[in-house]
């Protein structure tokens, strides 16, 4: 079973949509969570972090379940600035040394007009 | 959170050569790490390297292949020995974590011929 895992999309929703994302991770030790984006030929930039209890950002919702070994990210009212690679990045430590990031390999997203 | 500056943006080599691609931070970073994303592919952790003393690399790559530089807190390079075709890829620098996450350059898009 791979490590971190994501529907590869692509997402194709018009604007004003809300589309969710889903990600699961198969290390049950996994300590933190992260959502990136990487637009096209661009690096990726931290989206949000993941915290247990659920957190938003605008118009971004990301939630995890720790039983389920699940991560979600939701998007409400999408922009077409929006369209972009979508990263589920998991940590097996808090905080230290990038050895131990897995990245999915990332959902695509394009939001049409 | 940090700045980086990461060069060559793009390069085609030839089977058999080397390429070297540089990181410099805007800040002191005890750690600095290089990625590699092949198409369609997650980001894949290739070594971390530490000012003062010799890369650690994760399974799969080695040293003579990705030798790696550190000669300073703000500064590393990664080379790319003996290419070939199947070393086409994107090669990222990273460091973190810091308050924006974990920051990346803009990438080294590599292609072999």
């Known amino acids: 079973r791979k490590e971190v895992e994501q529907d590869p999309g692509p997402f194709n929703v018009p604007e004003g949509a809300t589309v969710a994302f889903n990600c699961t991770y198969s290390?049950?030790?996994?300590?933190?969570f992260f959502w990136y984006r990487q637009d096209c030929r661009k690096e990726p930039k931290l989206l949000m972090s993941v915290y247990s209890s659920g957190n938003e950002d605008g118009r971004f919702t990301a939630q995890l379940n720790r039983a389920s070994q699940y991560i979600s990210l939701l998007i409400r009212d999408s922009k077409l600035s929006d369209s972009a690679t979508y990263l589920c990045?998991?940590?097996?430590?808090?905080?230290?040394?990038?050895?131990?990031?897995?990245f999915g390999k990332g959902t695509k997203l394009s939001v049409k007009p | 959170s940090a700045v980086i500056s990461q060069k060559p943006s793009r390069d085609i080599c030839q089977r058999g050569t080397s390429l070297t691609i540089q990181c410099q931070v805007d800040?002191?970073?005890?750690?600095m790490f290089w990625y590699r994303q092949q198409p369609g592919q997650s980001l894949t952790l290739i070594a971390t390297a530490n000012q003062g003393s010799e890369a650690t690399y994760e399974s799969g790559f080695v040293i003579d292949k990705f030798p790696i530089s550190r000669p300073n807190l703000t500064f590393s390079t990664l080379t790319v020995s003996n290419m070939s075709p199947e070393d086409s890829s994107i090669y990222l620098c990273s460091v973190g974590p810091g308050s924006g996450g974990y920051t990346f350059g803009s990438g080294t898009r590599l292609t072999v011929v």
């Open positions: 800040s002191q970073v005890t750690m």
């Open positions: 290390n049950s030790a996994s300590q933190s």
């Open positions: 990045v998991v940590n097996m430590l808090n905080g230290g040394s990038q050895g131990n990031l897995i």
